[in-house]
T-cell receptor
Framework: GAGVSQSPRYKVTKRGQDVALRCDPISGHVSLYWYRQALGQGPEFLTYFNYEAQQDKSGLPNDRFSAERPEGSISTLTIQRTEQRDSAMYRC??????????FGDGTRLSIL | AQSVTQPDIHITVSEGASLELRCNYS??????LFWYVQSPGQGLQLLLK??????LVQGIKGFEAEFKRSQSSFNLRKPSVHWSDAAEYFCAVVPDRGSTLGRLYFGRGTQLTVWP
């Protein structure tokens, strides 16, 4: 597509539920990144893929967070047993394999 | 600790005035440097980037930034601000040019308000 597409744009869920956030990168982009942005802060790195391989997951805060990119295109970030502290804007970015990264509009996640 | 610092949380300028947003980083090597802009309800848009070469880089929307190695700074400037420039601005860094890990490290952002 023309840009990075994230869905849903907004997600409200109850504490304890699982959520799945989707990212569709720019066509042909090899690298895909996930970031989390708390209110009043800059985005913080979560994880990174080259094609389907997860190259770095050191930014995932705990084992409730996981990500996959099975066919080297669309990626899903999953949060299990959500907690209120998981509320944030989740951003996806893609690149041709280096820099710069191109960002989607993000998913605003609110945990009640 | 290594970091990206944007010392101004909020800046207010009048339309037509000049603008400078500050960014300092504490990584040892010369990193890749970026400025992104975030308008309400929208994603992060790349304004400009510095990889190498001329230390004064031009970006979109009339913005420019200057890399100063001696000061570890990459300040964003615009000679005449328009009301549509009101947004949040983020400085970002890829610290290690030789690394295949392309993660960006962001500053906390500077919110720009423009008065008519």
């Amino acid at each position: 597509g023309a840009g990075v597409s994230q869905s849903p744009r907004y997600k409200v869920t109850k504490r304890g539920q699982d959520v799945a956030l989707r990212c569709d990168p720019i066509s042909g982009h090899v690298s895909l990144y996930w970031y989390r942005q708390a209110l009043g802060q800059g985005p913080e790195f979560l994880t990174y893929f080259n094609y389907e391989a997860q190259q770095d997951k050191s930014g995932l805060p705990n084992d409730r967070f996981s990500a996959e990119r099975p066919e080297g295109s669309i990626s899903t970030l999953t949060i299990q047993r959500t907690e209120q502290r998981d509320s944030a804007m989740y951003r996806c970015a893609s690149s041709l394999g280096g820099q710069p990264q191109h960002f989607g509009d993000g998913t605003r996640l609110s945990i009640l | 600790a290594q970091s990206v610092t944007q010392p101004d949380i909020h800046i207010t300028v009048s339309e037509g005035a000049s603008l400078e947003l500050r960014c300092n980083y504490s990584y040892g090597a010369t990193p890749y440097l970026f400025w992104y802009v975030q308008s309400p309800g929208q994603g992060l848009q790349l304004l400009l980037k510095y990889f190498s070469g001329d230390t004064l880089v031009q970006g979109i929307k009339g913005f420019e930034a200057e890399f100063k190695r001696s000061q570890s700074s990459f300040n964003l400037r615009k000679p005449s601000v328009h009301w549509s420039d009101a947004a949040e601005y983020f400085c970002a860094v890829v610290p290690d040019r030789g690394s295949t890990l392309g993660r960006l490290y962001f500053g906390r952002g500077t919110q720009l308000t423009v008065w008519p």
